[in-house]
């Protein structure tokens, strides 16, 4: 997905919030906005949106000083998400389809994001999450091809969500490599293999990175090695709309997107590349099969 014009509008406002983050000083935050706007004023519109946030918050990483002022946010995400798991836990094991019920939990959790929406309700998003339908709902093809995959790459997202996301890696059979694919280092509240470990991720698969500091899976940044890995994989499960924006495009392989819709932009693009003429607005979930 190419970056269009709307998106400059959320790359200013998620400067605006990381600033607000990063330092406690009115005057560095305002210089932090105002040396953001310079860089946005220069974004490649042929390169994915999470692509063009690397520069912007690595400017802001750099001259705040700051390496990770998400941190806080991160770790708030990750403790909500474990203390909400046991009773997701036993939803899901009381449920009559427990895989289909640790998806749409995974779905919900997807909601806890920083950089697409600051504001959000977790109780709000899995309060009914079993009843709600997908808006593209590709599950029983994924079902079928996870019953005899030997081998699964799980591409998480963030921060929160990942509880979720090993929720559903206890659901695929046991006899299953799942490897986790977290980013290289920190950037929004993307989780990281620091994260993926505190959440306990590391005792129920193999956690690596993709070698890249993009809330995204750009494969032409990515190691040979991780790429090579990424084409022979059985299964490829790619959570969020940044590895959804960077791989939506030009992938030479089948690719399971788990997403909420959390812009007009993304949910209009979601509409083009699957082919569906249905809605696909804000807060909408997708499984969607490319």
Do not use: W
Request: net charge neutral; with cysteine.
């Amino acid at each position: 997905m190419k970056t269009q014009p709307p998106c400059r509008a959320c790359f200013a406002r998620q400067a605006r919030h990381a600033a607000q983050l990063a330092t406690p000083d009115p005057g560095l935050r305002e210089e932090l906005v105002r040396q953001a706007d310079l860089l946005l004023a220069g974004l490649d519109p042929e390169a994915s949106p999470p692509v063009n946030s690397i520069a912007l918050y690595q400017l802001i990483s750099r001259l705040s000083g700051h390496p990770d002022p998400f941190v806080r946010l991160k770790r708030q995400g990750n403790d909500l998400a474990r203390r909400i798991a046991p009773s997701v836990r036993a939803m899901i094991a009381a449920s009559a389809d427990p895989l289909a019920a640790a998806l749409r939990f995974a779905l919900a959790g997807n909601i806890i994001d920083y950089g697409a929406q600051q504001d959000f309700d977790l109780d709000a998003a899995l309060e009914g999450c079993l009843k709600r339908q997908p808006a593209i709902d590709h599950y029983p093809l994924l079902r079928q091809e996870l019953a005899r995959a030997r081998q699964v790459l799980y591409l998480a997202d963030n921060c929160g969500e990942i509880v979720f996301d090993g929720l559903l890696i206890d659901q695929l059979p046991a006899e299953t490599e799942v490897i986790l694919v977290v980013k290289g280092g920190p950037i929004i509240n993307d989780a990281t293999r620091a994260d993926a470990i505190s959440c306990g991720l590391d005792r129920r698969c193999r956690v690596i990175d993709n070698g890249t500091q993009c809330p995204g899976t750009p494969l032409d940044r990515c190691p040979q090695e991780f790429v090579r890995l990424f084409y022979e994989a059985e299964v490829v499960i790619s959570k969020g709309q940044g590895n959804f924006e960077t791989l939506s495009e030009g992938t030479k392989r089948t690719v399971y997107h788990l997403l909420t819709v959390k812009c007009p932009v993304v949910g209009e693009h979601v509409r083009e590349v699957s082919g569906q003429r249905v809605e696909i607005g804000l807060g909408a979930t997708v499984v969607l099969r490319l």
